[in-house]
């Protein structure tokens, strides 16, 4: 597994060995994260969700579609503007997809 550290701007849980794959900041921050305590990537291998490019993403999208907070992620990542990676099942490609549909109906 890889080695997962804050330079890559990563949390760290209250339990080391829980961390999670998706990598959420680690942020003086008023939304409600304890729903990363039931991410199905936890312990996951973070490199799967930073793939080299959208059609590598699949084997990540699989564990979200298996998420049962995969909304949460979604909509955490959509409000922090994340950039990278896969997040609730959505590549930034998608992610920025969803804001501009987000925005036109607005
Ligand atoms: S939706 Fe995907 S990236 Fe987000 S917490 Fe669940 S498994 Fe991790």
């Not at 701007?9 to 999670?20: H, R």
Request: hydrophobic share 35%; glycine share 6%.
């Amino acid at each position: 597994m890889a080695s997962v550290g804050m330079s890559n701007g990563l949390p760290t849980l209250p339990d080391s060995s829980s961390q999670l794959s998706c990598l959420v900041k680690d942020v003086s921050y008023p939304m409600n994260l304890s729903w990363r305590q039931r991410a199905a990537c936890r312990g996951v291998d973070p490199d799967i969700f930073y793939p080299a490019s959208d059609e590598d993403a699949e084997p990540a999208k699989a564990i979200c579609d298996q998420c049962d907070v995969r909304q949460a992620c979604l909509e955490f990542a959509l409000a922090n503007r994340e950039r990278d990676g896969i997040w609730g099942g959505a590549t930034e490609r998608e992610r920025r997809r969803i804001t501009r549909q987000r925005r036109k109906s607005a």
